[in-house]
Each structure stands twice: as C-alpha cells, then as structure tokens.
Nanobody, 114 residues
Framework: QVQLVESGGGLVQAGGSLRLSCAVS??????????MGWYRQAPGKQRELVAV?????HYADSVKGRFTISRDNAKSTVYLQMNSLKPEDTAVYYC????????WGQGTQVTVSS
C-alpha cells in the first residue's frame, strides 16, 4: 500500500507564507514516482494543477513567482513553498504522484484571510 500524506496547511493572512509537505511511504519508493505535483480544489470548483515536478518544473500561471515546488528524494518528501498568499489561494491542497498508477493524498486545507 502506498500513502501520500500532506501536512503544513492552516490559516494565514493575505501576504503570508506556508510550506506544505507531502511524505511518500509504503510499498513504493519515491524514486519510482516519475512525476509529483500539487493540485488544489476550492469550494464549488474543479480540482486544478498548481505545480508539478518531473525532470523540470511547471506552475499554473496563477502561482508563478509566488509558489515553489521541490522534491527531496532522500526524505521521500515533496514540498510546496507558498509565498505572498492571496485569498483566492484558499482551497484544499492535494499531493499527487504518478508512477505505474496515480496516487493521491488526503488533502490539507489552506485558508487565506483578507
């Protein structure tokens, strides 16, 4: 069984920062996961890509210059550093991993107050 466990969400004021973590554990090594990313889903909206790291990195236009995704294989963890947060960044953030199948974490709530 494979688990992706997110942490680091919370309540922050606009302009603040948060760092999300996604720890990979179970019957798969992070080295087997070619692509890891972060998605988010706001109330009443579809889940959307925030950032993904493979051989390179890709960001949604809405977070470019504010968010940074990084991957630490030694710690089997992927991070999302979020700076200059805006109220529209409020959502449940999900970690995603793509290997022979797709894996999802349970999500962590990020709330940005104005």
């Amino acid at each position: 069984q494979v688990q992706l466990v997110e942490s680091g969400g919370g309540l922050v004021q606009a302009g603040g920062s948060l760092r999300l973590s996604c720890a990979v554990s179970g019957s798969i090594s992070i080295f087997s996961i070619n692509e890891m990313g972060w998605y988010r889903q706001a109330p009443g909206k579809q889940r959307e890509l925030v950032a993904v790291v493979t051989s390179g990195v890709h960001y949604a236009d809405s977070v470019k210059g504010r968010f940074t995704i990084s991957r630490d294989n030694a710690k089997s963890t992927v991070y999302l550093q979020m700076n200059s947060l805006k109220p529209e960044d409020t959502a449940v953030y999900y970690c995603n991993g793509v290997a022979s199948r797709v894996y999802w974490g349970q999500g962590t709530q990020v709330t940005v107050s104005s």
